[in-house]
């Protein structure tokens, strides 16, 4: 089946560090791919998507590149602030598909 | 445009007590949701639906139960509350696409005692 898996966290940074998260798929066919972030006390939100190979999603200085060679979607952004503190979730939609499926999510914490 | 609204932000059960969890979304989206997130957990579905009239089971079901009964609105029903499902539920939509983004609603907070 479909399946999304995240790094592990917490992950905790200092201000203007760069962020990696990873995050691999398994997915039959040509999945969209989603990074979705959830701030404290709120609902998820779109971050950014991509929706075929080589795609680029970018928003708020965050990048993820669609790579179907690696079945990756790692989300990076080259300065974080003290306002990315958030929960990041990593998400796929098969072709065709009613659902999403959401990787377990990774918490990160930036200090100043 | 209010995007995907949730009534109510915060509701305290006592156990064998039922409820009536509101979702509503003004974006004319055929497919709603609702996922369960328990404490530093992620989300997990509960159920479904692909327009109205129209409801499927996810991973959790039960326990609760749905209808969908106009497009705008998927309100999400606890039986007999248990302290099991002490969880933040949030509702979500989505146009019909399977590229298109899904829009969440702020989360009910529920706790059972």
């Known amino acids: 089946g479909n399946s999304v898996t995240q790094m592990e966290g917490p992950v905790t940074l200092s201000e203007e560090a760069f962020l990696t998260i990873n995050c691999t798929y398994t997915?039959?066919?040509?999945?969209?791919l989603f990074w979705y972030v959830q701030y404290p006390g709120e609902g998820l939100q779109l971050l950014l998507k991509?929706?075929?190979?080589?795609d680029k999603g970018s928003n708020k200085g965050f990048e993820a590149t669609y790579r179907k060679e690696t079945t990756s979607f790692h989300l990076e952004k080259g300065s974080v602030q003290v306002s990315d503190s958030a929960v990041y979730f990593c998400a796929l939609s098969a072709q065709g598909a009613q659902k999403l499926v959401f990787g377990q999510g990774t918490r990160l914490t930036i200090n100043p | 445009n209010a995007g995907v609204t949730q009534t109510p932000k915060f509701r305290i059960l006592k156990i064998g007590q039922s409820m009536t969890l509101q979702c509503a979304q003004d974006?004319?989206?055929?497919?709603m949701y609702w996922y369960r997130q328990d404490p530093g957990m992620g989300l997990k579905l509960i159920y479904y639906?692909?327009?109205?009239?129209?409801?499927d089971k996810g991973e959790v079901p039960n326990g609760y139960n749905v209808s969908r009964s106009t497009t705008e609105d998927f309100p999400l029903r606890l039986e007999l509350a248990a302290p099991s499902q002490t969880s933040v539920y949030f509702c979500?939509?989505?146009?019909?696409?399977?590229?298109?983004?899904?829009?969440f609603g702020p989360g009910t907070r529920l706790t059972v005692l």
């Open positions: 979500a939509s989505r146009d019909r696409g399977s590229t298109d983004t899904q829009y």
């Open positions: 639906s692909v327009g109205a009239g129209i409801t």
């Open positions: 991509a929706t075929k190979a080589d």
């Open positions: 997915a039959t066919g040509y999945p969209s």
């Open positions: 974006m004319n989206h055929n497919y």
